[in-house]
């Protein structure tokens, strides 16, 4: 319908300003500062990034409630990815809030969504370009991989802080004798995280065969 039409178009608009504001924030920052600039990443651009990836949340609703035709198995692991590595990872360990790292991730992420909310608020409206069909449908293919690369190692940098910290850590009292330790789930996160790559760069070339494969590229729908 024409309302959900437009609330959908306010939804990527608000996310392309909010993703593009990032990216140019960054670049802007590493032109003037240069590499001193990196380990401020999450100081000066990191309340947007939350904001961002918390609205991204309602992409799920989205799906279950039919007003977006994607996939939502492969949404929902591409979201949750995100948020895991964002609030309980960097959010949680100041240490790693400084790392290199978290520039790249920012800037995959960013990189990635300027472009998906760009072609999704032009499909709103029934316009379709080829080479921005093209560049959504191709660049996340060489782009996911790297992010999920970028996600491990964030883990990986982070594991020495929440073994010394006990961060998320729980030990039950007595009569349960039963501990949790985080160090061990996000160790065992890791191999979801590269089972869940496999499944959604699947998906990705299925997507870009889908809108690429055939000569119906742009064609207003209806």
Known sequence: SFTMNTYLFVYDLMQFCGHSWIFTNMIIRFMSFGKDSLADTFYSIGLVMRLC????????????????????????????????????????????????????????WSLLDVVRYTYNMLARMGIYYLPLTWLNFSLCILLYPLSVLAKAFAICVSLPYFESF????????????????????????????????????????????????TGNIIKKRS
């Open 53 to 108: 990836q918390l609205l991204s949340v309602l992409e799920i609703l989205h799906i279950l409630i039919g007003i977006d035709k994607s996939r939502l198995f492969p949404r929902c692991l591409q979201i949750t990815e995100r948020i895991v590595v964002l609030f309980v990872v960097i959010n949680s360990q100041e240490e790693v809030q400084g790392k290199y790292v978290v520039c790249i991730l920012f800037f995959l």
């Open 166 to 213: 006990g961060t998320y850590s729980i030990k039950l009292p007595f009569p349960f004798a039963f501990s949790i330790y985080f160090p061990y789930v996000l160790k065992m996160y890791l191999l979801v995280l590269f089972i869940g790559m496999c499944f959604i760069i699947q998906n990705l070339f299925s997507e870009r065969k889908a809108h690429l494969g």
